[in-house]
T-cell receptor, first 116, second 113 residues
Framework: DAGVTQSPTHLIKTRGQQVTLRCSPK?????VSWYQQALGQGPQFIFQ???????QRGNFPDRFSGHQFPNYSSELNVNALLLGDSALYLC???????????????FGPGTRLTVL | AQSVTQPDIHITVSEGASLELRCNYS??????LFWYVQSPGQGLQLLLK??????LVQGIKGFEAEFKRSQSSFNLRKPSVHWSDAAEYFC???????????FGGGTRVLVKP
């Protein structure tokens, strides 16, 4: 059983560009959350998707957007990249809606984004 | 707003020695508490969690943690450290509903031979 997978592994972009990161959840999981982990810091919650809708959002600007597909996979899009967007982006999946009860989140290995 | 503090940024410990990582949280209600480990190039792996009940929680890889409400702490311990325990450790909390993890800044553990 494959765990959470993310692509690409590494990505280099320049300021002002747009980027799309992808996540495939663990089999049987229908809720996907995205986190940003800057160098030397703990992960910060960006948003969570369930039933193809954004259910919760952290303190991130509208430049950060997402999407969830019918097969539960998800994309994170970041527009107008800033140097400060350089980070490890982690995807986590859980079974069941995250809004009503807690289920363990399984994390992928992350995508390392570098903005030059 | 809830927050998590890990006072120690780095800890160096000798192989075979005991390890204790500190975690303090600030949250009005009873939190759900977690410890995760992150090895280089790896995602986060859950070591253990506390929801309610017995305040001493056993986890994987020989780790345990103790919840102390009076001190708002959830410290992680291991009696005898192995070289493979070198990694970064994160304490995290979650609301009773919402499934949104709030992480501390992490503690990097170095293991000396």
């Amino acid at each position: 059983d494959a765990g959470v997978t993310q692509s690409p592994t590494h990505l280099i972009k320049t300021r002002g560009q747009q980027v799309t990161l992808r996540c495939s959840p663990k089999s049987g999981h229908d809720t996907v959350s995205w986190y940003q982990q800057a160098l030397g810091q703990g992960p910060q919650f960006i948003f969570q998707y369930y039933e193809e809708e954004e259910r919760q959002r952290g303190n991130f600007p509208d430049r950060f957007s997402g999407h969830q597909f019918p097969n539960y996979s998800s994309e994170l899009n970041v527009n107008a990249l800033l140097l400060g967007d350089s980070a490890l982006y982690l995807c986590a999946s859980t079974p069941g809606s995250g809004a009503s009860s807690y289920n363990e989140q399984f994390f992928g290995p992350g995508t390392r984004l570098t903005v030059l | 707003a809830q927050s998590v503090t890990q006072p120690d940024i780095h800890i160096t410990v000798s192989e075979g020695a005991s390890l204790e990582l500190r975690c303090n949280y600030s949250y009005g209600a009873t939190p759900y508490l977690f410890w995760y480990v992150q090895s280089p190039g790896q995602g986060l792996q859950l070591l253990l969690k506390y929801f309610s009940g017995d305040t001493l929680v056993q986890g994987i890889k020989g780790f345990e943690a103790e919840f102390k409400r009076s001190q708002s702490s959830f410290n992680l311990r291991k009696p005898s450290v192995h070289w493979s325990d070198a990694a970064e450790y994160f304490c995290a909390v979650i609301k009773a509903a919402g499934n949104k993890l709030t992480f501390g800044g992490g503690t990097r553990v170095l293991v000396k031979p």
